[in-house]
Each structure stands twice: as structure tokens, then as C-alpha cells.
């Protein structure tokens, strides 16, 4: 199993590096192969666009998919996020890799976080319609009542801090062994 994930900053694990990010500390829980290919910055459209040459080219056996919140900061419509990740989940089924979308953290930015919101859910339902894991971590990064953000986690109100990016970490290793290592561990009994 070689895991990847395409993403922008809080994938690559800004302020810090790859490896203190949550998809380094996950895949070293486990021992897995991993590719961190986050970029600082990136949007939905950036990352659409160089899936093949970051990702396909490597041959994982999944990819995690996790942006649009450079997008929302850029005032590009849900709409044109969605038909981007749609675009990337097309690409990796094409290219044999399973997707796996990562629900984007909370922000500090309440305007930010509106826009945030609906995406949210409407990634949830396309989750839904074609049979895609869902990695929740806003969830896990949200604020009292699933409000808000938990500030202690943040350096900046965007960007976790190194305990953040542990509780990203957590989500993503109870997704693991729930969902990923079962199934190899099936795979491999049958």
C-alpha cells in the first residue's frame, strides 16, 4: 500500500515540513509508503493540474484529496472547487489510484468558514454518490459544539500548529485502521 495526498499548505504541513505533517505522522504510525504532495498556496485548479505529473506518476495505491480553502480565499465559486475535485477524482480512477477526500479544517475567518461550510457538505454528498471515504478532519479540528476552530491547535487561524497537525494526524490513523489496513489485512487472509 502506498498511500499519496494532493493538497495545498496544511498537506505539505506549513509552517513546519512534510514530515511533521499529518499524512507523515500517520504513515510512519503505520510504516506506509508515503508521498506528500501538498504545495504551499495551492488551489483545487493547481492541484487538478498537476495530478498526473505529482501523483499518477508515482503509482499509489490511494490518494487523499484535500483542498479548497486557497480557493475560498481567491473568491472561486463552490461550484468551480467541486468540478475541480470531481476532476481529480475522475483522474484517479482512471489512473487505478483510490480517492479518499479530507474534509478541510475550520478557519478563523468567519466569511472564509461560510463558503467552507457548504463545500464541506457538498463534498460529503458526492462522497456519498460515488462511494468515495471521507477523512473528517474538520471535525476533529472544530471548536466546542463543532463551531468555530480550537484556537489552541492553530498557529495562525489556517495553518495548525504541531499539536494540530496531531489531531489530524489521529483522524487519519482512525481512518487507516478502520478503513484501509482492515481491508489490506482481509486481502491478504484471503
Not at 505522522?25 to 487538478?48: K, P, W
Not at 484556537?151 to 489556517?158: Q, S, T
Not at 494526524?169 to 489490506?184: D, P, V
Request: charged residues 20%; glycine residues 8%.
Amino acid at each position: 500500500m502506498k498511500i499519496a495526498a494532493i493538497g495545498d499548505s496544511i498537506t505539505y504541513g506549513f509552517p513546519y515540513s512534510p514530515c511533521a505533517s499529518w499524512l507523515g505522522i500517520a504513515a510512519r504510525h503505520f510504516g506506509l509508503e508515503y508521498l506528500n504532495c501538498g504545495v504551499n498556496g495551492d488551489t483545487t485548479s493547481q492541484m487538478m493540474q498537476r495530478f498526473i505529473r505529482d501523483v499518477s506518476y508515482y503509482h499509489p495505491t490511494h490518494v487523499i484529496v484535500m483542498g479548497g480553502t486557497n480557493d475560498v480565499f481567491e473568491s472561486v465559486s463552490t461550484k468551480e472547487i467541486l468540478d475541480n475535485i470531481v476532476s481529480i477524482i475522475a483522474s484517479s480512477r482512471d489512473n487505478g489510484i483510490t480517492p479518499i477526500l479530507g474534509l478541510p479544517i475550520p478557519c478563523s475567518d468567519l466569511w472564509a468558514e461560510e463558503q467552507l461550510s457548504e463545500y464541506r457538505d457538498q463534498l460529503r454528498t458526492i462522497a456519498y454518490a460515488q462511494f468515495i471515504d471521507v477523512i473528517d478532519f474538520y471535525s476533529a479540528m472544530a471548536g466546542e459544539g463543532g463551531l468555530g476552530s480550537k484556537d489552541c491547535l492553530y498557529c495562525d487561524g489556517v495553518h495548525p500548529n504541531k499539536a494540530g497537525y496531531e489531531v489530524m494526524a489521529a483522524a487519519a490513523i482512525e481512518f487507516m485502521e478502520r478503513s484501509l489496513i482492515m481491508h489490506k489485512k482481509d486481502a491478504e487472509l484471503k
